[in-house]
């Protein structure tokens, strides 16, 4: 009887479970929750070896490395200088060879590396926790700046993706954002 008892309250207790619907069971305004305390993963679904997803970490070849640590900085390293093919992409008088910590202009939730235009340029993009971007290249960083050089005016963006012109009108890539149901952003960006 009284392992009845314990297996009833159970019952209970797990049906009153609502899993995001309030008592009565109808649907709760995501919206209206308060915003995650901590950095959040931005796509659960996202497979790894996709060059769009969005992460805590990003690389760029064996040369650059960039992580979002807890507090929502973005610690970035460059390693193997002395290589000949890094001194063909980077700056090799003024790289840092230090760990040093991205200036952003707010918390960073996500991370990614991406090429834009016809050659060898790669950008590191940031997802910020109010759902602009902010960018800077990896040359930039390579000649000493350790800060953001442009925010996006747009908002809503949950990805970046490398944008070719499927008409063959211009070369190259061009990166846009990408919204929550998987539409294009142009992105309009701003010097900070």
């Known amino acids: 009887m009284k392992n009845l008892s314990i297996l009833a309250v159970a019952c209970t207790a797990l049906l009153s479970c609502t899993n995001g619907k309030n008592p009565q069971g109808t649907p709760v ?10 950095v959040a993963t931005l796509d ?3 497979k790894p070896d996709e060059a769009s997803s969005m992460g805590r970490t990003a690389s760029f070849l064996n040369f ?3 992580e979002v640590n807890n507090e ?6 460059f390693m193997n200088l002395d290589e000949e093919t890094f001194s063909q992409i980077f700056n090799m008088d003024n790289c840092p060879t230090d760990k040093f910590a991205l200036e952003a ?32 290249s990896l040359w930039e960083l390579s000649c000493g700046k ?9 908002d809503g963006i949950t990805m ?33």
């Open 72 to 77: 929502g900085m973005v610690e970035c390293q």
């Open 160 to 192: 970046f993706e490398e944008y070719s012109d499927p008409n063959g009108e211009w070369e190259g890539n061009i990166v846009v954002g990408i919204d929550a149901d998987g539409n294009r952003i142009e992105l309009d960006w701003s010097a900070l």
């Open 29 to 38: 305004d995501t919206d209206t929750l308060p915003a995650p305390e901590t």
């Open 44 to 46: 659960p679904n996202a």
């Open 105 to 136: 202009s707010g918390r960073v939730k996500g991370i990614c590396i991406l090429n834009e235009g016809s050659s060898v340029d790669p950008v590191l993009f940031l997802l910020m926790e109010d759902n602009h971007a902010e960018r800077v």
């Open 146 to 154: 350790q800060k953001t050089i442009y925010r996006s005016a747009d």
């Open 64 to 66: 650059f490395q960039a």
